[in-house]
């Protein structure tokens, strides 16, 4: 792990974000680099210009894809994930924890802890299938994100459909001593966060008063949040 200063920061964006939508457009990137910052473009698989598999089990080991592809000329990274590019920044963080320094995980919660069933995000997958109903308004909003242009659907279909993950053990993140800030919003379907913030020895937690899921990369709260912690 490094405290350096010089540290790039890689942002990875969460499901059916990109780089450009999640981090671009807010103008993370942009600020990042005006307090001195280098910025780490990254595209998850099966989003923007990334492969786009539409096999759930391609997904499976996307936190030693993500490893696998940071650059060999920055020994250690600083990152920023949010919901899916945290939970891959999470799991890589404790797979090679001396390959980032400072780490900021947003819209994920204390729900890493559990066991999810294999079914668990079967009504998401059938409103992306179209299959709506009319009071699933947490499937309307994931439909309405991954419907976005430049989405491939097959692959978030896919990505959706990967069997679960082992949950994570708590005993494992308190041998975990990078700088971690959990950023949550209080009206996040993931929230809350207070075991995952206190399990790591050096973790932080901050919540966005009156801020769901997927407004939480727009947020100016959250922003200035991940212009302190780099600073």
Do not use: C
């Not at 097959?154 to 494992?172: C, F, G, N, T, V």
Request: aromatic letters at 8%; zero cysteines; a negative charge.
């Amino acid at each position: 792990m490094s405290s350096s200063e010089n540290n790039p920061v890689v942002l990875v964006h969460g499901w059916g974000g990109s780089f450009r939508d999640t981090w671009q457009k807010p103008g993370i990137d942009a600020l990042l680099e005006d307090i001195g910052r280098t910025v780490l473009p990254f595209n998850l698989l099966g989003h923007a210009d990334q492969d786009k598999p539409s096999d759930p089990e391609a997904y499976v080991a996307l936190p030693q894809w993500f490893l696998d592809r940071l650059p060999s000329e920055a020994p250690v990274v600083d990152a920023v994930g949010f919901s899916l590019g945290a939970l891959t920044i999470l799991r890589a963080l404790i797979m090679n924890p001396d390959r980032f320094g400072k780490v900021i995980l947003a819209g994920i919660g204390d729900g890493v802890f559990v066991q999810s069933a294999p079914n668990a995000n079967q009504k998401i997958v059938e409103a992306l299938e179209g299959n709506l109903s009319d009071d699933d308004e947490l499937g309307r909003m994931f439909s309405h994100y991954g419907n976005q242009p430049g989405n491939d659907l097959p692959a978030l279909i896919a990505i959706m459909k990967r069997p679960p993950s082992e949950p994570i053990d708590p005993a494992i993140l308190a041998t975990i001593t990078n700088e971690v800030l959990v950023v949550i919003g209080d009206k996040d379907f993931t929230f809350p966060a207070e075991k995952l913030a206190s399990a790591f020895p050096n973790g932080r937690l901050v919540v966005l008063k009156n801020t769901d899921h997927f407004a939480t990369p727009d947020s100016f709260p959250f922003i200035d949040q991940i212009l302190d912690f780099f600073a």
